[in-house]
């Protein structure tokens, strides 16, 4: 099992930025990917992006491209989403996942832990 915490979602005005952050903890070193999705009111869960634990390629969703930024550090168990130039539209409750084998990164029902979500709200 992998536990997974998220933290750093909140409030904040249109054009500004927000760093997520998710903690794993447990069985870690089975994880394959780690990777961003969110879910609007009345949305279905979409994906933000996502990052390989090994090498670290990254992959974004085209609405987020240039705004945010996935990373992790190893050490730590973590990885980050640095959000910027936040749009209302970007309002959701984030959640970080643990993918355990490769290919269809973009697919949340690919994923096999989630944390509990935390939510972004941008304000316009």
């Known amino acids: 099992q992998v536990q997974l915490v998220e933290s750093g979602g909140g409030l904040v005005q249109a054009g500004g930025s927000l760093r997520l952050s998710c903690a794993a903890s447990?069985?870690?070193?089975?994880?394959?990917?780690m990777g961003w999705f969110r879910q609007g009111p009345g949305k279905e869960r979409e994906f933000v992006a996502t990052?390989?634990?090994?090498?670290?390629?990254?992959y974004y969703a085209d609405s987020v491209k240039g705004r945010f930024t996935i990373s992790r550090d190893n050490a730590k168990n973590t990885v980050y989403l640095q959000m910027n130039m936040l749009k209302p539209e970007d309002t959701a409750v984030y959640y970080c996942?643990?993918?355990?084998?490769?290919?269809?990164?973009?697919?949340?029902?690919?994923?096999?832990?989630w944390g509990q979500g935390t939510q972004v709200t941008v304000s316009s």
């Open positions: 996942a643990v993918k355990k084998n490769p290919f269809n990164e973009l697919n949340p029902d690919e994923y096999d832990y």
């Open positions: 447990g069985r870690t070193f089975s994880r394959y990917a």
């Open positions: 990052i390989r634990w090994s090498g670290g390629s990254t």
